[in-house]
């Protein structure tokens, strides 16, 4: 007796694929991506690792933006995913 898969199981499956993808994806961004002349970038496995790391970078080096909120939204909107 053959079995047969229903849309649920391969939608299911669909999903854990892409999970897996965006797993092994890390995120990379610039200054440049920003607008700015700056030379800098990064790359990390995580947005969250990312972020930590341009936040101190921005700190360090332009230190005419404001830490807050709205910036670290604003960075994260520039990532990119890498693979």
Known sequence: MQKVRTNDAYREDKQNIVQDLESNMG????????????GW??????EDALL???LEHV???HKELTI????????????????
């Open 68 to 83: 807050n909120s709205e910036l670290a939204k604003n960075i994260k909107s520039i990532m990119k995913d890498t693979k």
């Open 41 to 46: 970038s990064a790359t990390a496995e995580s």
């Open 52 to 54: 930590k790391i341009t």
């Open 27 to 38: 995120k990379s961004i610039s200054c440049k991506d920003a607008g700015k002349t700056c």
């Open 59 to 61: 700190k360090e080096h």
